[in-house]
């Protein structure tokens, strides 16, 4: 599975070799208003605020390109990327790359289900193994800009699944996530929010 959606995608020239050049620590000094809801080093407080920490630099770049043009709306941020320029943009994304995500716990019942999801998919539903794409540990997979998701807040991966599965969220490649999050119930990403919350590299 994972040969066949990485040999699809780079047919698709999805994958490319470009490294982002960011300058982490002229980063640091951009991120002062960040700091307030995604924590002072990218692990937020805040189960609705995306942890950045240890999040792939190429994603990162990607949704803030994505939120600055408006392709991905978060009403939170309006305006704040505004005044940024590439560089800019570059140089955050290589700051929190840089972090350490701290991770949290999950509540076990729910984490076993959503262990199930996680690695095995759900065959009668078509539902495809998140392991294919962010990887068995949930390290996510660089080249591709495919998200890390170990140790991210259980509410923030819910609520975007559940974005993803409205098209609120419509910013994935190929509808490769819309795909996916149609698929599944609630209960199915309750579970597997619970499960990633808990996952550590
Ligand atoms: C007022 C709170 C707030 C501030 C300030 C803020 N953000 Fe966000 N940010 C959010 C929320 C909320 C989301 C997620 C929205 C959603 O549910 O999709 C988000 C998402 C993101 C994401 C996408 C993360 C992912 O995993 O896809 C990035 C990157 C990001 N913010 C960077 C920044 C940067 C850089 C700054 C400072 C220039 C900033 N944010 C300031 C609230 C904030
Ligand atoms: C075919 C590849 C693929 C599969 C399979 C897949 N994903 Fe994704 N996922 C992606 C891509 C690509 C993105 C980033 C889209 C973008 O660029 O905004 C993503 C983003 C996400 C995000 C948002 C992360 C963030 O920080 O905002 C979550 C949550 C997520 N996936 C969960 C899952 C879960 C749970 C499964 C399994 C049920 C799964 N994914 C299966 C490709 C995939």
């Known amino acids: 599975m ?3 959606v990485i040999g699809t995608l780079l047919s ?12 982490a620590t002229a980063g640091q000094s951009k991120t002062a208003v960040c700091a307030g809801c995604h924590g002072a080093d990218g692990n937020s407080m805040v189960p609705n605020f995306p942890k950045l920490a240890g999040q792939g630099e190429k994603y990162l770049l990607k949704q803030l390109n994505d939120i600055k043009s408006g392709n991905r709306v978060i009403v939170e941020m309006t305006g704040l990327l505004d005044n940024l320029n590439d560089q800019d943009l570059q140089d955050i994304a290589a700051y929190y790359a840089g972090k350490k995500i701290q991770g949290g716990q999950a509540d076990a019942e729910l984490a076993a289900v959503g262990e199930e999801i996680y690695r095995a998919g759900d065959e009668s539903k078509g539902l495809a193994a998140c392991t294919a794409c962010h990887g068995p540990t949930g390290a996510g997979l660089e080249s591709a800009a495919f998200p890390a998701l170990a140790g991210q807040h259980a509410a923030y991966i819910e609520s975007s699944l559940v974005k993803f599965s409205k098209s609120e969220r419509a910013n994935d490649p190929n509808q490769m996530m819309r795909g996916v999050a149609a698929k599944m119930s609630e209960a199915d990403m309750k579970a597997v929010a619970q499960y990633i919350q808990g996952l550590y590299n």
């Open 2 to 4: 994972k040969n066949l």
């Open 12 to 23: 698709l020239g999805l994958i490319s070799g470009a490294q982002a050049a960011g300058d």
